[in-house]
Structure formats: structure tokens, C-alpha cells
């Protein structure tokens, strides 16, 4: 079997290219010398018999291959892969008169005669199909004769494969599937799904190379690999070859992301011609599609798989392909469909008025808390405490958002009431670690700030020039309401530095975490004067040489505290 293609017309072509061309010899060896003549093929592809080829279609534009079959009572399978979408195809055979022939009356006939015979005669129909299935025309007995191969996509630009054989029964270029094709989900979870399937018996029994190759999408299962492939290819694995005398085609420019202008591949074109390639490049591309939801993953020979970091409550698609891995063909498995399973729903807290809620928050993770007050109010008063990284708090009332807010520190929040309502926050953890955060609601007009007051700045102040080998000296500002003030010091080794200091910065430990011994002193301090709202303290009966990490805690009137920024400093060694 001879295989070639060309424009709708080429049964024209092949006997227009010179005046004296026939159609295709059944003389193996002149069939050979004519196909490399570039005057007679300058314009198709010549196909070998058993090797599939890709090739590219416009839409509304049917492209025809043509191929001899020499003898009677041949075997032949032509196989049909669409890739992007559905494709309408016919195969038909006309039969090749014996005056065609090389070996005829060695007198060529006059040209209009042989075209006459070829074109007057449209043939007899032998197979048809419409779809995106991967569909086969299967004879063990074709007679001799010229088979045309119409393809047709009318619903866009599309990619296909073709595949014929004279062959069939020894060539077997595609894997065989199991008795039972599916593929099953074994095992489901929150992100991962565990597939199984049996084996092909084209690598166990044939002892021929096999891989599978899974992909994975959430739009709905593919019928091919190609159909995947052109999906999410991004690459020129099906882009058309440049067209006879240029280098390359507006095509091919338009595929690198080139877009011609008016004044490219054209200066000598009609306005209708540039017109229409203008429809063309305009109908033939598309922006690319995203990948990202789209997986191709080749696994080897193993039946068993596991698909691991997938989205909680998600649809997702799973197709398994057998690929021969030496002819590069594949057969497709009978996918299937699962949705992994949802995330365990949390648990909802419910606040109290006027109560405090400790809230603890995994990495990345979130809280949820409802609010429902009683009795009639007019406002909510909010007191978040984040202990220690930034945490995000949101506020909905009856569904509608009243507040979206990151917090550092204590913050106060002042919501708008209404009768019967009922409030949901959630509470986003940060992104370095776990979050801990005290919170309170209250609809009581009266209702005094939990936390104590604290000033813009709670640093701690060490005076190096003050230091001695048993005392340090340290500073911090307060406020003008009057509180309760706490200092603790703790010894720490010589290679304790900022990192763990701030990991242990937890500023709702209030002093009851400590240890007597760390206790240095509490006293109570205010000023009117914001300017002088400064406090000093030397702490003595420390070693020379050694370092302290020193801790001042604000008590407020309602017992909760708050704990300023930690301050590592370190006595002198010799005095």
C-alpha cells in the first residue's frame, strides 16, 4: 500500500504534474524513484504502509489521502485519531484502470482522457463516520484498486492521527486492552485517589515496551492522548509545514506568537487574498489554554496509582493511555470520574457576651466563631488580641460582611447592630506558623476594654553605657491610664539569638506562665503627659558575662495582660 496526501484536488495533481504523468506505478522500485521526484510530490506527504501520522485541519476544508492497494484480496485497516474535536470522514475506493499502470501499453494516453477516468468515476463508498471516537475501517479482503480518505472538521481547526495497514494482522501498532478496560478508584480521600486497572497484555504476554501515562483534568475524560495533548500543548508539536516557496507560512509566524502585518507576505496579494488569510489566521488561533488544570503524567509499567495533591471536594477526571513506547502509539483505557472527599468541617465556637475566648489557629488554617446576642442591641464591641503573627478577622452579619481586617497586637473593632442578628467571624491564621489570639464580644455600652492600654511603641530600651558586670539598666513607655507593670528575667545560652527570642513571643503568656524565681519586681505607673509616660528600671544581682532575656508584662483592671516586645541583653564580662 502506497500512502499520499494533497489539496482537495490531488487526484488532479498527480496526473496535471507533467504531461506525461501517470498515476502511481505498481512497480515497487519506479514508485520509490517517483515519490522522490519533487516535480510530480512537491506539494504531499507520502505515507509508509503500518506508521501513523498527525496532521492538522482547517475548519470547513476537507483534506484527501489517497493510497494504492495492488493486489486483490489484501488485508487493510485504516485507523482515525481525533485530537480536538469531532471529525466527519469516508473512505471510498475507485478502481485503477490497467492503462494507468507503468507497466500498460508503454504509450502514454492523451491527458484529458486519463483525467476523464479518474475524476468521472466519485467511487464506491466503503465506510463512514462522524465523531471524536478513535474509530477503525477493518477488511481482511480489499480488492485492488485507488482509495481516497476524505476528513472533514466543521466545528473548528483540529489535529488528527491516521493510521493505515496492509498488514493488520502481524503490525498490531497500537496496545491491546484488557478483557476488562476500565479503570477503577480504589481508595478516595481529601486530596489523593488511588487508581487501579489490569494491565495490557501488549507488554505482559508480548513482551512489548508499554508505559501508561495518566492525565488528569476536571473538565470530562478524553477518548485519546492526542485529544489530552492538544489540550494543553503549547508546544508546535502538530504545526503545519511551510508551504512551497516560503520559508515560512503566516501560519507558522501566528504560531510563535508573531501576528503579520498587512504589509507581511502580501505586498503583491490581492485585497480579497489577504483578506481571507487574515479569516484564517484569525479563526485558526486562539489564545493558548491554561495548563494548570490539566495533568499528563507518565508512571512506567506499573497498574497502580496513586494521584496525590489534589483539591478537598473537587471533581476531577482520570484517563490512563497504554503508550508503546517504541512506536510511540497508545490505546486508550476506559476513564472514570471521582470527587475527592470534603474538608472535615469545623467545629463553629460560640461566643458568650462579654466572655473571652482563647482561639488557637493550625498554620494556614482558620476558625470560625458565631456571635448570637440575646437581647436587643445597638452595637458590637470587638476586642481581638493576636498573640502572636498577624492574623486576619473577618465579620459577616446575617451573611453581609461588616469587617475584613488584618490584626497586629490588641486591636477594638465597633460594629452596628441590629435586632435578632447574628454575627460569624472567621479567623485566618498566618502563613509562618501557628496563631494564638484572645477575642471578646460585648453589646453592653458600658463595657471597659479587657486588655490594658498600651502605647504605640512596646519595645524595650537597654542603656549599653549603664551596664555593669551585675545590672542592666532598661527603659519603656506607658500610658496615661494607670496599670499594673510586671518584670521578669530569664538566664539564656551564649547562642541564643533573635530567632528563637521570636518564637517565643507569645504575648497573651501573661506572668502566671513564669517562675517565681524569674520575678523581679511589679510596680504600678501612669502619666498625664504622654511626652513623659517613660519608666526606667535597673535590674541588679546578675552574673558578669552572661546573658538575659527580660520580659515586662501590662496588667490590666480586668486581670488580662499583655506582654511588651522581649529584650535580650547581656551583662559585662570584666568591670
Request: charged letters at 25%.
Amino acid at each position: 500500500m502506497r500512502m499520499f496526501c494533497g489539496p482537495v484536488s490531488l487526484v488532479l495533481a498527480l496526473v496535471l504534474g507533467t504531461v506525461a504523468q501517470k498515476l502511481p506505478t505498481r512497480d515497487e522500485g519506479l514508485f520509490q524513484m517517483q515519490i522522490r521526484d519533487k516535480a510530480v510530490f512537491h506539494d504531499s506527504s507520502v505515507m509508509p504502509d503500518g506508521a501513523e501520522i498527525s496532521g492538522y485541519l482547517f475548519r470547513d476544508t476537507p483534506k484527501r489521502y489517497f493510497f494504492v492497494v495492488e493486489e486483490d484480496n489484501t488485508p487493510l485497516s485504516v485507523t482515525i485519531t481525533p485530537c480536538d474535536a469531532p471529525l466527519e470522514w469516508k473512505l471510498t475506493l475507485q478502481e485503477l484502470p490497467e492503462e494507468a499502470s507503468g507497466e500498460g501499453s508503454g504509450e502514454p494516453e492523451p491527458l484529458e482522457e486519463q483525467k476523464q477516468q479518474v475524476t468521472a468515476n466519485e467511487g464506491t463508498e466503503l465506510f463512514n463516520y462522524k465523531g471524536n471516537d478513535v474509530e477503525s475501517f477493518i477488511s481482511t479482503s480489499s480488492p485492488s484498486g485507488l482509495y481516497q480518505l476524505e476528513l472533514l472538521s466543521t466545528e473548528k481547526d483540529s489535529n488528527f492521527k491516521v493510521y493505515g495497514t496492509t498488514t493488520p494482522e502481524s503490525d498490531q501498532p497500537y496496545p491491546e486492552l484488557p478483557y476488562d478496560p476500565r479503570v477503577d478508584v480504589t481508595a478516595l480521600g481529601r486530596t489523593t485517589v488511588t487508581l487501579a486497572w489490569k494491565p495490557t497484555p501488549t507488554g505482559s504476554l508480548m513482551g512489548q515496551p508499554v508505559q501508561y501515562c495518566v492525565v488528569i483534568n476536571k473538565e470530562h475524560n478524553f477518548k485519546s492522548l492526542c485529544a489530552a495533548e492538544a489540550k494543553m500543548s503549547s508546544d508546535d508539536t502538530f504545526m503545519a509545514a511551510p508551504k512551497p516557496g516560503r520559508d515560512f507560512s503566516p501560519f507558522d509566524f501566528a504560531h510563535f506568537g508573531f501576528v503579520p502585518s498587512e504589509n507581511d507576505f502580501g505586498k503583491d496579494r490581492s485585497l480579497a487574498t489577504n483578506r481571507a488569510l487574515s479569516n484564517k489566521l484569525s479563526r485558526s488561533y486562539s489564545p493558548k489554554p491554561k495548563t494548570a488544570d490539566i495533568q499528563k503524567l507518565f508512571i512506567g509499567n506499573k497498574n497502580i496509582f496513586t494521584v496525590s495533591d489534589l483539591k478537598p471536594d473537587t471533581q476531577y477526571y482520570f484517563d490512563v493511555f497504554a503508550v508503546n513506547s517504541a512506536t510511540n502509539t497508545s490505546t486508550a483505557y476506559v476513564g472514570t470520574f471521582a470527587r475527592t472527599k470534603e474538608e472535615a468541617r469545623q467545629k463553629t465556637v460560640e461566643l458568650k457576651d462579654g466572655k473571652m475566648a482563647d482561639v488557637f489557629i493550625k498554620r494556614k488554617g482558620s476558625k470560625f466563631l458565631r456571635f448570637a446576642p440575646v437581647s436587643s442591641h445597638q452595637r458590637v464591641t470587638l476586642f481581638v488580641h493576636a498573640c502572636l503573627d498577624t492574623v486576619q478577622v473577618q465579620v459577616r452579619r446575617d451573611g453581609k460582611l461588616l469587617l475584613s481586617q488584618n490584626v497586629e497586637g490588641v486591636r477594638q473593632f465597633q460594629l452596628r447592630g441590629k435586632a435578632k442578628a447574628k454575627y460569624l467571624i472567621r479567623v485566618r491564621g498566618s502563613r509562618k506558623g501557628a496563631s494564638t489570639l484572645k477575642i471578646l464580644a460585648s453589646t453592653r455600652a458600658s463595657s471597659k476594654q479587657p486588655f490594658p492600654s498600651l502605647p504605640e511603641d512596646t519595645r524595650i530600651k537597654a542603656f549599653d553605657k549603664l551596664r555593669t558586670c551585675s545590672s542592666v539598666t532598661v527603659a519603656w513607655l506607658g500610658t496615661q491610664e494607670r496599670n499594673k507593670f510586671c518584670v521578669y528575667r530569664r538566664e539564656v545560652a551564649e547562642g541564643y539569638g533573635e530567632e528563637q527570642r521570636r518564637r517565643e513571643q507569645n504575648q497573651c503568656a501573661g506572668p502566671e506562665t513564669r517562675r517565681k524565681s524569674e520575678k523581679v519586681l511589679c510596680k504600678y505607673f501612669h502619666s498625664p503627659n504622654l511626652q513623659k509616660a517613660v519608666t526606667t528600671e535597673t535590674i541588679t544581682g546578675l552574673e558578669a558575662g552572661k546573658s538575659y532575656l527580660l520580659d515586662v508584662y501590662v496588667v490590666g483592671h480586668s486581670g488580662h495582660s499583655v506582654k511588651y516586645q522581649s529584650k535580650l541583653v547581656k551583662t559585662r564580662k570584666y568591670c
